[in-house]
């Protein structure tokens, strides 16, 4: 059974930051998945945001939130997070963690295999 959570969502100010954390259950190891983020605007696709590679050592950002957020994981804790700087009321929307097996530089939705619930940011102007 694998298990992804998402918290840390809000509301905050253009210009505030948030941070957002996944907590993930696995039935192999953590380090052993590529960890995502991606975001859904109401009445837009799925999009991605941002991923930590497999085994760690490397992340890739949307060029979109580029400089202003910053992925991080804790293999020993099981944990993915999205430090978001510098909000703009465009980065409003759900964001999803997510898991994928795949090496390399996966961002496409169908390359990852497990996703959490969601959970609400909300940038007021």
């Known amino acids: 059974q694998v298990q992804l959570v998402e918290s840390g969502g809000g509301l905050v100010r253009a210009g505030d930051s948030l941070r957002v954390s996944c907590a993930a259950a696995f039935g192999r190891t953590f380090s052993t998945y590529a960890m995502g983020w991606f975001r859904q605007a109401p009445g837009k696709e799925r999009e991605f945001v941002a991923a930590?590679?497999?085994?760690?050592?490397?992340?890739y950002y949307a060029d979109s939130v580029k400089g202003r957020f910053t992925i991080s994981r804790d293999n020993a804790k099981n944990t993915a997070s999205l430090q978001m700087n510098s909000l703009k009321p465009e980065d409003t929307a759900v964001y999803y963690c997510a898991a994928s097996p795949r090496w390399g530089y996966p961002k496409l939705l169908e390359e990852f295999d497990y996703w959490g619930q969601g959970t609400q940011v909300t940038v007021s102007s």
């Open positions: 930590f590679g497999r085994s760690g050592g490397f992340t």
